[in-house]
């Protein structure tokens, strides 16, 4: 499906522009011709975009309600053929796909058609005045969709930016286009207003020329941090309204009063799923001296049978593997992994690299500091809960922490110290939909989730009334 990738533009496939290859991870193979889009492909994608967004807007919520819930049913209704573009652009496990990202997708579009219908207005009343909110929608919204999920984090933003009366531009990365592809050409059998969701295919380049686009009223964006920055100086001029769930190197923190079998569980997951390629993925793991030894060994046990995942491109596993290097290079005590696995069949020309638990270094070297996007974790030792706290909140980033714990207490204090947008206990990746997601530091501006998505995506105007009395 899809060996050509057309755009969608005022509900047509617009087959036009460069064309690009997208590979197939587990083999390097290609899987897809992409056309790449330039100028005048965005410049008509926004105009489409601005021509429905009147009529879109007018609607009332509860029929924009009903078209999301259309969209969901359409999602479910081609749940085999999204479970394996997904799975041929990205390389991720069938399972994780089914149960994970797949269904999201029609989660995100139910979860946000009941929190808008449901959303009360606000109104104020002093004696003799009347103020109240009336929100509209932000216009035409740039949706920027990063490769590690893309139908869950495409979905994740469409769900609230169309509800609340946008229409929408998404440009997936030029890594993972099928979905959006796919998602295209549902929104077209459903017969969703022309216009109201457009999709662009390219590189850097062609998210660039959509960000700044004049026509585009604000921008959401998952990805890294320096791209995030990017978008920011290039909006700037415009003062265009902005959310960025951005990178992370998030932290976890084993108590030794913990179950050590459900910790090491937990961070199995928390480190490897989708070969650490998930921004809430722990990177840095913080253990209490007591089971240090016996937590590294059983990691690295555990570690040693999770099936090795692919990262997304060849650039990515050059960019992983260099810090494999480096911690080689600085000393670090391997535990387990740190190369590339062999397979002897064909996924040897696919991007894998193998799941990584290393020890030793200091807190300053780069493995430590930066995002490394990829299934490795380092493990430092830790003697008081202070100290703990300490090392987890020194970086740069804020996204996620999780921390690993019996004390009910401890739990509730570690928690609210931690300087994350989102922490777990004795869990992690666990979602409830209406709650705000997002991060500090160099992890983001925002938060999307519930209300505050729809907040994001819609500006208030108040009005105020002064109420004439009546002479009595
Ligand atoms: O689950 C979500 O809603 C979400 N925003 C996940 C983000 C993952 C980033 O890689």
Request: charged share 20%; glycine share 10%.
């Amino acid at each position: 499906m899809f060996e050509q990738v057309a755009h969608f533009i005022g509900g047509q496939p617009v087959a036009e522009g460069k064309i690009f290859p997208a590979y197939d991870p587990v083999t390097g193979v290609v899987v897809r011709q992409v056309h790449e889009a330039d100028r005048s492909v965005v410049d008509r994608a926004v105009a489409a975009a601005r021509q429905a967004a009147p009529g879109w807007a007018a609607l009332p919520v509860a029929e924009r309600a009903r078209w999301m819930r259309r969209l969901a049913d359409g999602i479910e209704a081609r749940f085999d053929d999204l479970v394996a573009v997904e799975i041929a652009d990205t390389g991720k496990p069938v399972e994780q796909t089914r149960t994970l990202d797949i269904p999201r997708g029609a989660a995100n579009f139910r979860a946000f058609a009941e929190i808008a219908a449901q959303r009360p207005d606000s109104a104020f009343h002093l004696p003799g005045v009347l103020s109240y909110t009336v929100r509209r929608p932000m216009g035409v919204v740039a949706v920027v969709v990063p490769w590690n999920l893309p139908f869950l984090l495409m979905t994740w933003k469409l769900g609230p930016a169309l509800v609340a009366g946008n229409t929408v531009v998404v440009k997936p990365s030029e890594n993972t286009p099928g979905s959006a592809a796919l998602l295209a050409e549902i929104c077209a059998d459903i017969g969703l207003p022309p216009g109201v969701l457009n999709v662009v295919h390219g590189y850097g380049p062609a998210g660039q020329l959509l960000v700044e686009h004049e026509g585009v009223d604000a921008v959401t964006f998952t990805g890294s941090t320096r791209t995030g920055a990017t978008i920011m100086k290039s909006v700037a001029d415009r003062v265009k309204p902005v959310s960025f769930e951005l990178g992370g190197k998030n932290a976890g923190l084993v108590f030794a009063d913990v179950d050590l079998d459900k910790a090491v569980d937990g961070c199995v997951r928390s480190v490897f799923t989708n070969g650490g390629q998930v921004c809430l993925c722990t990177e840095r793991l913080y253990v209490e001296r007591l089971i240090f030894e016996e937590f590294c060994a059983r990691l690295a046990e555990r570690a040693g049978s999770v099936t090795p995942q692919p990262m997304i491109s060849a650039e990515h596993r050059e960019k992983v593997l260099s810090y494999y290097e480096l911690a080689k290079s600085e000393g670090a005590q391997i535990h387990t992994g740190g190369g590339v696995p062999q397979f002897g069949d064909a996924r040897d020309g696919g991007y894998f690299v193998e799941p990584t638990v290393i020890s030793g270094l200091p807190a300053t070297s780069r493995v430590n500091t930066e995002e490394i996007f990829g299934p490795i974790c380092h493990v430092t030792p830790f003697d008081t809960e202070a100290e703990a706290v300490a090392l987890a909140n020194d970086s740069d980033y804020g996204l996620a922490a999780t921390v690993w714990t019996s004390n009910l207490d401890r739990a509730h204090r570690v928690a609210q110290r931690l300087e994350a947008g989102l922490v777990w206990v004795n869990t992690w990746y666990l979602r409830d939909l209406r709650t705000p997601f997002g991060g500090v530091k160099l992890s983001g501006i925002g938060r999307e989730g519930g209300t505050q998505s729809l907040d994001f995506y819609s500006e208030p105007t108040t009005i105020t009334i002064k109420l004439e009395q009546p002479d009595e």
